[in-house]
């Protein structure tokens, strides 16, 4: 049988770390902490770019990060469960938008009786 050489391979056996990566993180009480995130079928996940302007352009300017590698990031996220890291995603949930005010009582009456 003909081994395949690692280009013509569609699916590589070998994952390779993706390197240093700009983590997410949130401020608390005793420093940063690793945003996590969930898969589009739940799964929590770790996520990292490979690029800050992929971190920002994803998650906002204003979004603090760190840098780790791949290998210490999965170290952190291990004990809790979270063994998938997610390396530069594309697509994420906007931000909820804040509420400002509720709608007023008498808006929902009238509403109401139209239809």
């Known amino acids: 049988m003909t081994e395949l050489l690692r280009s013509d391979d569609p699916e590589p056996s070998d994952r390779l770390p993706a390197g240093p990566l700009y983590i997410p993180v949130r401020p608390g009480p005793h420093g940063c902490a690793v945003r996590f995130f969930r898969t589009p079928l ?3 996940t770790a996520v990292g770019f490979t690029s800050e302007h992929g971190l920002r352009a994803t998650l906002g300017p204003d979004q603090a990060w760190i840098r780790l590698a791949e290998h210490a990031l999965r170290a952190l996220t291990a004990p809790l469960g979270i063994t998938t890291v997610t390396v530069d995603p594309h697509f994420t949930a906007p931000a909820p938008a804040p509420v400002t005010s509720p709608v007023p009582e008498s808006a929902h009456s009238s509403a109401l ?3």
């Open 113 to 115: 009786r139209t239809v």
């Open 42 to 44: 739940g799964e929590r």
